[in-house]
């Protein structure tokens, strides 16, 4: 096999990606990043044994370094090599800065130096598949994709200002086990650390996203275009439409967001804004088609790219984590400084402007601090059986059919259910006409899929109110999408909060061995999605 991937939902015939990878990546690729995170192994061991695990500098590079693996972030080799060998130099710097704590027996990846000509023969033989027992480099993988998730929300909020050393430590502490040999039961209460640790990191965000721009609140979205010519934004980067808006301020362009993008109108900081004019399109998946059809430049902030089409090759731009080959890249802002997206307003100036493909308006905007204001209503509503059940129904969009059960469970949920809902999965039912309980819309989207981590404060909440011990005594069921490492942090945040019975589909993770999936059977209750109505009347009785 020329690569081996099976880090995300939509892996070859639901088993791994070894000749091309399902998301466009190739398998120069697909090494480059094994070979990356070989290295990144290799940082966490020695600045483990430097005593240095919560150095903020190694931490924040150990992260954007992670994030860049995520499934359909970056596909840049050149960029992948940069920073291998930046990271190289990084933990080489460690290693002679704390020489005498150094031990004699460092692992490969702590010891390993190459050039780049070195790096196509190194990397198939330190990925996925350099851990031969099969259980074993299940929990390991399932412990790496739950960090990269993790990485990705720790660095958004370093962008903003905000880190954690405790966050960092754990980084390095977990990517270090993965080359110990560690007995299984260590290795599953790290995967449930991971789970504690997401939840301070997306906390973490979410204070670092609620300080700079307001706490969300209920709000209206256009979903038509206007007359000007626009600059599309997806990705999930707040501080760079930020950054964007602040620039293309009276230039005559407008600014839309698209897919995970669509929450900066939920924030009170952005609405002053007069050229943020709305949300264009939907899913990350169909972007091929929509971003063809926009007419102007996109600018990826981070995942979700797709392989690039010519119809808009020329008028694409990546910057943070993100890559594409033959892509132009905005570089990071210097210290103190912005990113200069002169580049992109200038061309987005000669484009036509975008061309309609929906019309009408969309609601969102319930994170915690909203929902919870309206907390009297919502309980009142539950003591009366006017709401009979929440259906959280988070998580990942994908381009397979399979994931219409999202779509049909939304349509087929009794009038007295409410969706909570965060991340791209709300694109299968967001624009349903599904109606309201007692003025409480029946489809309440938190925001992002970091956002998630509001739908726990809800459902915490809900239990202190209710005066309840176990948040599985809520009327609440969890019916999750996943596709990539991120919906994987979520996961087991959940687990690690205590929620038991949730669904996850549209199939469950191919990394998982059946011992692995078994432990979490038996101590979660985990299953995967099925038939929409038997789903439906399960979850309607709490099963």
């Not at 710097?93 to 010891?111: E, F, G, H, N, R």
Request: proline share 4%; aromatic share 8%.
């Amino acid at each position: 096999m020329s690569m081996f991937c099976y880090q995300c939902q939509e892996t070859c015939k639901g088993s791994v990606c070894d000749v091309s990878g399902m998301c466009g990546k190739k398998p120069d690729t697909a090494n480059l990043q094994d070979l990356l995170v070989f290295v990144l192994k290799g940082i966490a061991t020695v600045a483990e044994a430097a005593g240095v695990a919560e150095d903020k500098k190694i931490g924040y590079f150990t992260t954007e370094a992670l994030f860049m693996t995520i499934t359909n972030a970056n596909f840049d080799n050149d960029r992948f090599e940069a920073i291998i060998a930046e990271a190289l130099e990084l933990r080489n710097s460690i290693k002679t800065d704390y020489a005498a704590k150094m031990p004699t027996d460092l692992a490969d990846c702590a010891t390993w130096n190459g050039t780049v000509a070195d790096y196509a023969a190194k990397a198939p033989s330190v990925g996925v598949l350099a851990t031969e027992n099969e259980d074993i480099r299940s929990l390991r993988e399932l412990l790496i994709y739950g960090v990269k998730g993790l990485a990705a929300y720790a660095h958004h909020a370093a962008v903003l200002g905000k880190e954690d050393e405790s966050i960092y430590a754990f980084v390095m502490e977990a990517m270090a086990s993965t080359v110990k040999d560690l007995p299984i039961d260590a290795m599953i209460g790290l995967v449930l650390k991971c789970g504690e640790c997401a939840v301070t990191t997306m906390a973490l965000l979410d204070a670092a996203n609620t300080e700079a721009y307001g706490n969300p609140e209920i709000s209206t979205v256009n979903l038509g275009v206007g007359t000007n010519p626009g600059i599309l934004v997806s990705g999930h980067d707040l501080k760079d439409i930020e950054e964007l808006l602040k620039q293309t301020a009276g230039t005559g362009v407008d600014v839309y967001t698209h897919s995970e993008m669509l929450p900066t109108h939920y924030y009170p900081a952005f609405k002053k804004y007069d050229n943020l004019v709305g949300n264009y399109g939907s899913s990350w998946w169909k972007q091929s088609k929509e971003f063809t059809s926009f007419n102007g430049p996109i600018l990826m902030t981070t995942n979700c790219i797709t392989p690039v089409k010519d119809a808009y090759r020329d008028r694409i731009y990546t910057t943070g984590a993100a890559g594409y080959p033959g892509v132009k890249h905005i570089v990071d802002r210097p210290d103190g400084g912005v990113k200069d997206f002169s580049e992109i307003i200038a061309l987005a100036k000669t484009c036509a402007a975008p061309t309609e493909i929906e019309t009408g308006e969309i609601v969102g905007g319930f994170a915690h601090n909203q929902v919870l204001a309206l907390a009297d209503k919502v309980v009142d509503a539950v003591k009366s059986g006017a709401i009979k059940r929440f259906i959280v129904m988070a998580g990942c969009d994908g381009r397979h059919s399979d994931r219409d059960y999202f779509t049909d469970v939304a349509k087929a949920l009794p009038e007295g259910t409410i969706i909570l809902t965060a991340g791209c999965a709300k694109y299968r039912y967001n624009k349903l006409q599904l109606g309201d309980i007692g003025g409480i819309p029946r489809v309440l989207d938190a925001g992002q899929c970091n956002d998630c981590y509001s739908l726990a404060v809800i459902a915490l909440k809900l239990k202190e109110v209710f005066e309840l011990e176990d948040i599985n005594d809520l009327p609440i069921s969890f019916d999750i999408g996943w596709y990539e490492q991120k919906a994987v942090t979520v996961l087991l945040a959940l687990l690690y909060l205590g929620v038991k019975d949730i669904r996850l589909g549209p199939s469950l993770p191919a990394f998982i061995s059946p011992t692995v999936l078994n432990v979490l059977v038996e101590n979660f209750n985990i299953k995967p999605t099925g038939e929409v109505q038997a789903d439906i009347d399960a979850m309607m009785q709490g099963k």
